[in-house]
């Protein structure tokens, strides 16, 4: 994939902290350009406005996203529920260096989901995807024998999904990971073998 120009780039990563940060209603286009010594022109080159700008910044996440999915969920010396642990302790520590913002997903469908269809339905496709991912390595545990066969791989990891943002959300009004272990510690146990 081509890398973007970059100014461009500088703005999707400073413009990625600050939708972390503020939100998206709160995040005023000039002082995105200040913190990033950019001209107002340069940004309407780049973006078509500031919803568009949002996309992309969510385009970009879903970028880093499905790279974490592919090195944890391809990890094939581990066992499938191992891998879907460590994807979720690899976000985890992402949380952690960011000071427990949270998930951007999670942050703008709280802001945006009752007053952007155009949102709504990104974030929505967003978390979709990410499911489906877990769920094809569900699949591999279920196959393996490691959850009861009649378990059903999908509807467990829309579940995973759901629990984890509720733990963000909980870790960022914490500034702590106490709901993010406690989440993934009920829900993906270690094994006693890695105990």
């Known amino acids: 994939m081509p890398t973007a120009h970059p100014t461009k780039q500088r703005l999707l990563d400073r413009g990625l902290v600050m939708l972390l940060e503020q939100g998206f209603h709160d995040l005023g286009v000039q002082a995105l350009l200040d913190a990033t010594a950019t001209p107002k022109g340069s940004f309407y080159h780049h973006f078509r406005d500031k919803e568009d700008f949002a996309l992309q910044v969510i385009d970009q996440y879903m970028r880093h996203v499905h790279a974490g999915l592919d090195a944890c969920l391809g990890d094939e010396r581990r066992v ?116």
């Open 80 to 195: 499938p529920l191992d891998r879907v642990r460590r994807f979720f302790e690899l976000t985890q520590q992402a949380y952690r260096k960011e000071g427990y913002l949270g998930c951007l997903l999670g942050g703008l469908g709280q802001e945006l989901s009752g007053v952007s269809e155009v949102f709504r339905r990104k974030i929505e496709a967003c978390f979709s995807e990410i499911a489906t991912r877990i769920a094809a390595c569900l699949e591999e545990a279920r196959v393996q024998g490691d959850i009861p066969a009649s378990s059903d791989p999908r509807r467990m990891a829309n579940l995973l999904v759901d629990c984890w943002e509720g733990a963000a959300l909980r870790s960022r009004l914490r500034g702590n990971s106490g709901p993010l272990t406690a989440m993934l510690d009920f829900c993906l146990p270690r094994r006693v073998s890695e105990r």
